[in-house]
């Protein structure tokens, strides 16, 4: 069964530096997403992704965050320069169609800003 | 008010029970409204979803959508103790691609 994946698994960074998240999204899916889940609370919308442009982002997505499809098969999210707050399941998805009702998403990126 | 409220539990029910979770809302637009299944420090995963009212079906699971009272549930049949795991209702209203969660209902299934 197609799947999205996601490396690492489990992210350790220091304030301050740059992290580069990565996803495989399922091969024949067009639409992208990043959702991030802060231990305890909901899971949130952070940003989507189409034909290699942002399509909607929320307002958690400031400058800070960035995403780029370097590669018929990549999609990663770069966060600039960490804080302690980013600290955070961070959940890459993808949906074959405009509606994101079906999206299905990966196993997430557990990112620890220390 | 929340845009979508899910009571967090926890729920603990035996083995063969049925299982009801619900979720309300506040946003007469959302029109798509998914359950999705999260084990513990992983992705969540996929149930199933509606559109608009009505019920829908998918082996052991139902869910339900009364759009008049802004109310959904998932209902689980002669639940399993692998069916433990939290339960998140999401939403989606047209013409955006961002779901909205709620902050999920943890379910146990004891043997």
């Known amino acids: 069964e197609p799947e999205v994946t996601q490396t690492p698994s489990h992210q350790v960074t220091q304030m301050g530096q740059e992290v580069i998240l990565r996803c495989v999204p399922i091969?024949?899916?067009?639409?992208f997403y990043w959702y991030r889940q802060i231990l305890g609370q909901k899971v949130e919308f952070l940003v989507s992704?189409?034909?290699?442009?942002?399509?909607?982002k929320s307002e958690i997505f400031d400058d800070q965050f960035s995403v780029e499809r370097p590669d018929g098969s990549n999609f990663t999210l770069k966060i600039r320069s960490t804080k302690l707050e980013d600290s955070a399941m961070y959940f890459c998805?993808?949906?074959?169609?405009?509606?994101?009702?079906?999206?299905?998403f990966g196993q997430g990126t557990r990112l620890t800003v220390v | 008010q929340k845009e979508v409220e899910q009571d967090p539990g926890p729920l603990s029910v035996p083995e063969g029970a049925i299982v009801s979770l619900n979720c309300t809302y506040s946003?007469?637009?959302?029109?798509?409204f998914m359950w999705y299944r999260q084990y513990s420090r992983k992705g969540p995963e996929l149930l199933m979803y509606?559109?608009?009212?009505g019920n829908k079906e998918d082996g052991r699971f139902t869910a339900q959508v009364d759009k008049s009272s802004k109310y959904i549930s998932l209902f689980i049949r002669d639940s399993q103790p692998s069916d433990s795991a939290t339960y998140l209702c999401?939403?989606?209203?047209?013409?955006?691609?961002?779901?909205?969660f709620g902050s999920g209902t943890q379910l146990t299934v004891l043997p």
């Open positions: 091969s024949n899916h067009l639409y």
């Open positions: 509606t559109y608009s009212s």
């Open positions: 999401a939403m989606l209203h047209g013409g955006t691609r961002q779901l909205t």
């Open positions: 992704f189409y034909n290699n442009e942002i399509s909607e």
């Open positions: 998805a993808s949906s074959e169609g405009f509606s994101a009702a079906e999206a299905f």
């Open positions: 946003n007469s637009a959302f029109q798509y």
